[in-house]
């Protein structure tokens, strides 16, 4: 069926500090996990992913935390910079063929 | 960089139109989809795609219609456009890997 829209939650950080970003998501099942960001005008673009054996992942600035037993996930960006500022998606996969199921939503406003 | 491209970026069209937005990947990807999304809110799946003469409808109810000849090429048609159309359109596609990768968007906005 169709969802209700939601107005997405902000994050305002101070330029510099480490900015965290929450989701919580449905499916115990899932086997992995992807964050995306986007900025405004733009599409969505990937940023990390996570399988569901793993419990932390490591990239460029990023790092993404996964507690299964909350189900929740968590993207980490150290030393916040104002490229940084965009909307941020973590999204779970609905079925083998590939859909997504997207979450809310996180404005990250990155203040100098 | 993902190579899926969306055309126009940007429409102002009037009431009662018929138009089509274009989305094109040389990614030889199978799976391809359409999202709509307000400004500010979620993404919800319209349509999808998981190769050639294979189209779906996705969560969210809408008027508009896709089709699929070619492997590269997935557009969505809106045959009388409304005010309530008013959105941005995102495309994108997805091969065995689990990432999609997303189009520009579309921004269609019906007076």
């Known amino acids: 069926g169709e969802s209700v829209g939601l107005h997405l939650p902000t994050l305002s950080v101070q330029e510099g500090d480490n900015s965290i970003i929450n989701c919580a998501y449905s499916?115990?099942?899932?086997?992995?996990f992807i964050w995306y960001k986007q900025e405004s005008g733009k599409g969505p673009q990937f940023i990390i992913d996570?399988?569901?054996?793993?419990d932390k992942r490591q990239g460029q600035r990023v790092t993404v935390l996964l507690n299964k037993t909350v189900k929740h996930l968590s993207l980490q960006i150290a030393a916040t910079q104002p490229g940084d500022s965009a909307v941020y998606f973590c999204?779970?996969?609905?079925?083998?063929?590939?859909?997504?199921?997207f979450g809310a939503g996180t404005q990250v406003v990155v203040t100098p | 960089e993902a190579d899926i491209y969306q055309t126009p970026r940007y429409l102002v069209i009037g009431t009662g139109k018929k138009i089509t937005l274009e989305c094109s990947q040389t990614?030889?990807?199978?799976?391809m989809y359409w999202y709509q999304q307000d400004p500010g809110m979620e993404l919800h799946l319209i349509h999808y795609s998981y190769g050639v003469n294979s189209t779906e409808k996705g969560d969210l109810s809408s008027e508009s219609t896709v089709s699929r000849i070619r492997t590269e090429h997935f557009p969505l048609t809106l045959e009388s456009a409304r005010p309530s159309h008013t959105s941005q359109y995102l495309c994108?596609?997805?091969?065995?890997?689990?990432?999609?990768?997303f189009g520009p968007g579309t921004r269609l906005t019906v007076t």
């Open positions: 996570i399988r569901s054996n793993m």
């Open positions: 999204a779970e996969p609905r079925d083998s063929w590939g859909k997504l199921q």
């Open positions: 994108a596609s997805k091969d065995r890997d689990h990432e999609q990768y």
């Open positions: 499916n115990s099942a899932s086997d992995y």
């Open positions: 990614m030889g990807h199978d799976k």
